[in-house]
């Protein structure tokens, strides 16, 4: 009897203790093969945090602004705050691409720590309390944070290091039960740079900034890379440059789930971005997925699905775009079929 009390006592005490919950929900991307990175759940889980990380242009921030958009035009009352620290004044050009509402995508233009972190703390958390539906936040990016020491130096040549490594964790501290409690979607860009250690950079070329502490906040590490060979771009051939060269007008870019605590890991994908029209292709992923996991049936050159057959993957991917019903059974299949 007693030990009942004492369990009932300490359930209790956990429930003070409890965030309080939100509507759980999963952000994703308009293009299946971004969700597919994210096992079962098929897309990022509300409430916890993708670091989008690689080398310069190489897609992180247009991989951001694809879930801001697919978000927008899937819950005509989501807002999503966009902290620029780079003050880059291209928005909306990528609004329009990727499907973005201006009217609730508001962005900041600041590198004052204060005012990304404190504010997420204080002020999004009060606005959210009081109904604001705020969605997803992005922090676009880490590198362009002007952090405590560094922004307290007497001059520019004075060198500060391990600024974002000491400040990071506690700022992540402080915005961690908001983002948890309120179901926030949390994106951070971040710039990678080169492993200076020769013995490591033979495993691992790169290192992501901000300090092993990171690693205990983010769920999600999510590698982009430029494709770069002449076959990954795409152009108009009706167009020219000054030099008589075809405009280049989208290239491919590959997205890796590098390590994760909520999903599968070193699970990579393909997808097409177009400089006018966001992410592309959404059938050739699906079609993509539904070979490499045995979803269909391949015959020599020949595609075979529920009775039907293609020649090809392209022709397949063809039926697959032109049919709506079939690609959102495919995908149903691909979940199903998913190992976690």
Not at 73 to 102: C, S, Y
Not at 170 to 178: D, F, N, Q, R, T
């Amino acid at each position: 009897m007693a030990a009942n009390n004492f369990l009932s006592q300490l359930k209790k005490d956990a429930k003070k203790l409890e965030l309080g919950k939100s509507d759980s929900w999963i952000a994703q991307a308009a293009n299946p093969a971004l969700n597919y990175l994210f096992g079962k759940d098929f897309g990022m889980k509300a409430g916890y945090t993708a670091m989008v990380y690689g080398p310069p242009k190489s897609g992180k921030s247009l991989l951001s602004f694809a879930y801001a958009g697919h978000l927008h035009q899937t819950d005509p009352e989501a807002i999503v705050l966009h902290f620029d620290t780079e003050f880059r004044d291209n928005m909306e050009h990528w609004q329009k691409a990727f499907g973005i509402d201006p009217e609730r995508f508001i962005s900041y233009q600041t590198n004052n720590p204060v005012d990304i972190f404190d504010y997420i703390a204080n002020d999004v958390k009060a606005m959210v309390q009081s109904g604001a539906k705020i969605k997803m936040v992005i922090v676009d990016s880490l590198a362009g944070i002007m952090y405590p020491k560094e922004g307290n130096k007497d001059q520019t040549t004075d060198h500060v290091m391990g600024d974002a490594a000491a400040y990071l964790p506690g700022a992540m501290k402080k915005i961690l039960p908001v983002i948890r409690q309120f179901k926030i979607a949390l994106l951070l860009c971040q710039h990678i740079r080169d492993n200076m250690d020769p013995t490591m950079a033979k495993y691992r070329p790169y290192n992501v900034p901000g300090g092993k502490g990171l690693k205990h906040f983010v769920e999600y590490w999510v590698l982009v890379e430029k494709i770069n060979n002449k076959d990954s771009r795409t152009f108009d051939s009706d167009k020219k440059d000054g030099a008589g060269n075809a405009i280049q007008i989208g290239h491919k870019i590959r997205v890796k789930m590098e390590e994760s605590s909520m999903s599968p890991q070193n699970r990579a994908v393909e997808v097409d971005l177009s400089y006018t029209d966001g992410l592309i292709n959404a059938h050739e992923a699906v079609a993509d997925l539904a070979v490499g996991m045995g979803i269909v049936e391949m015959a020599g050159a020949w595609v075979q699905y529920n009775g039907k057959k293609w020649q090809g993957v392209s022709n397949f991917a063809l039926a697959v775009k032109e049919d709506p019903e079939l690609q959102k059974t495919l995908i149903e299949k691909i979940r199903e079929n998913d190992i976690t």
